[in-house]
């Protein structure tokens, strides 16, 4: 049975920083994209972040950021390829939201999707508030 749990959300006054981490188990996601989501109160979820798969066999490097958290937000991966990060800093208000972590619903994929259809497996979402 496939399990996506995320964590590292909280309160944080606007300028701070957090640390999410979703850890996937039940099976190998080393060839599977993995990304972030969020999704603030009376609005769609959105991409926030995403990473290629690497095959388990290099780092993890390819990613892809929405424009508003470009400079700010930084993915990564562990090298087994279930684990992944998102680092945020300069925190803004705007910013709050669920998050969620997600997985391609494809392997191989060349290009990481942008769009929530494309990954099957989701977190339950952890919340991230940011005060002005």
């Known amino acids: 049975q496939v399990q996506l749990v995320e964590s590292g959300g909280g309160l944080v006054e606007a300028g701070g920083s957090l640390r999410l981490s979703c850890a996937a188990s039940g099976r190998t996601f080393s060839s599977r994209n993995m990304a972030w989501f969020r999704q603030a109160p009376g609005k769609e979820r959105e991409f926030v972040a995403g990473i290629k798969w690497s095959g388990g066999s290099a780092e993890y490097t390819d990613a892809e950021y929405t424009d508003s958290v470009k400079g700010r937000f930084t993915i990564s991966r562990d090298n087994a390829g279930n684990t992944v990060y998102l680092q945020m800093n300069s925190l803004k208000p705007e910013d709050t939201a669920a998050y969620y972590c997600?997985?391609?619903?494809?392997?191989?994929?060349?290009?990481?999707?942008?769009?929530?259809?494309?990954?099957?497996?989701w977190g339950q979402g952890t919340q991230v508030t940011v005060s002005s």
């Open positions: 997600a997985v391609d619903g494809s392997q191989l994929r060349s290009r990481i999707p942008t769009i929530a259809a494309a990954y099957d497996y």
